[in-house]
């Protein structure tokens, strides 16, 4: 469910409360610049218009994406199994640290900026397989939620993509104990329903039930017009050289390595 949307909301360029990074590298300091560039011209050539939260109306695949959502929820429960062993956000993306550093906000990751989890994916072809549906598709991974978890106010780092929640398994709660506000636009997941929404506004999450909340969480290529969508494209695609995505794939071999593992060495003492 979401209220009504305001009037004259305005997307910012930083968020309050959120430290910048240290001395960034030339490299970095130029992306960043490009980066700001792109996101006014985001702003201009909207096709879909800027509001915080969209309604699924306008993206018709959302539809396709929802009638299957019990084989996408049928492949996550077995990796709940192993639920404590799942990283932590912040153990794969080190800028998360900013607003995460505890073990309550786990991921599941399937891909992300043209790098891939081959051996997560193989765990949840059905997924994978629904996943193609979505025009521009950027990134997929499960978001676990644990009770008592709550993501502070922030914002994405750039606005050329449009974020993604499908509800898998979500307690019954008001919204004060769960929820996630966009802007000034208060949603509630619900099992089984798209919520698509613009994470370069200032938005927070919060689980106070005493159960987990796990949705899936991808990022798409934001719809827009020339010249935003070609600039867009080339710093999407310029992204998978950044630090950020190259330190988040080496942290996720890593974590696959011990992952699996200790799958193949439980499963050499059981037989």
């Known amino acids: 469910m979401t209220a009504a949307r305001p009037a004259n909301t305005q997307q910012s360029f930083g968020t309050a409360g959120v430290a910048p990074m240290e001395r960034p590298s030339r490299v970095t300091r130029f992306f960043m610049a490009m980066v700001a560039m792109a996101e006014r011209l985001n702003l201009r050539y909207s096709k879909v218009g800027n509001p915080p939260v969209y309604d699924t109306a306008s993206f018709p695949w959302a539809r396709e994406i929802e009638k299957d959502w019990h084989r996408i929820r049928a492949e ?4 709940l199994v192993r639920q404590k062993d799942l990283p932590s956000f912040h153990e794969l993306s080190g800028d998360v640290k900013t607003i995460s550093a505890d073990s309550a906000w786990k991921t599941f990751f399937l891909t992300g900026y043209g790098l891939s989890s081959e051996r997560n994916i193989a765990q949840c ?5 629904i996943m193609q549906r979505i025009p521009g598709l950027k990134t997929a991974m499960f978001s676990i939620f644990e009770p008592g978890k709550h993501l502070p106010p922030h914002r994405g780092p750039y606005n050329g993509v449009l974020r993604l929640h499908l509800g898998l398994i979500v307690p019954q709660a008001p919204a004060e104990k769960l929820a996630i506000r966009v802007d000034r636009q208060t949603c509630q997941w619900e099992e089984g329903k798209v919520l698509i929404f613009d994470d370069a506004y200032e938005h927070e999450a919060w689980n106070h039930t005493d159960r987990t909340r796990v949705v899936l969480f991808v990022d798409f290529v934001k719809p827009l017009r020339f010249p935003a969508r070609l600039v867009n494209w080339l710093l999407l695609n310029l992204a998978v050289f950044t630090p950020f995505i190259r330190e988040g794939a080496d ?3 890593a974590w696959e390595k011990r992952f699996y593992e200790q799958a193949e060495a439980l499963r050499n003492r059981r037989g």
């Open 76 to 79: 996550l429960e077995p990796l």
């Open 125 to 129: 072809p059905d997924t994978w397989r």
């Open 251 to 253: 942290n996720q071999k």
